[in-house]
């Protein structure tokens, strides 16, 4: 257990981060589902709506550091083509 008040401290910072950054991911997660679901059935407006959500929930991920930059771009940009081939 942390014996100086700097290290009690530290803990109660990490706790607080890794909530949000929990939640953060998992809404993330969440979102990236919904767009797969919406790929497997073959609707294709369904699936653009959820894209356009779930890019949203990426780019704010990545500006809060929970992804790093190149991982949301990668993950925008595999479902992108997923969907752009629903045709």
């Known amino acids: ?6 290290s009690k401290k ?15 991911r998992s809404t993330v997660r969440t979102h990236v589902k919904k767009v797969r679901e919406a790929i ?6 369904a699936a653009q709506t959820a894209l356009a959500s779930a890019v949203r929930r990426i780019d704010m991920a990545v500006s809060k ?6 991982t949301g771009s990668r993950y925008i940009s595999r479902l992108s ?5 629903l045709s």
């Open 65 to 70: 550091g929970v992804y790093h930059r190149k």
């Open 40 to 45: 497997a059935t073959g609707d294709r407006t």
């Open 10 to 24: 530290r803990i109660r910072q990490t706790l607080k981060r890794t909530a949000r950054n929990r939640h953060v």
């Open 81 to 85: 083509q997923q969907v752009a081939a």
């Open 1 to 6: 257990m942390a014996n100086h008040e700097s």
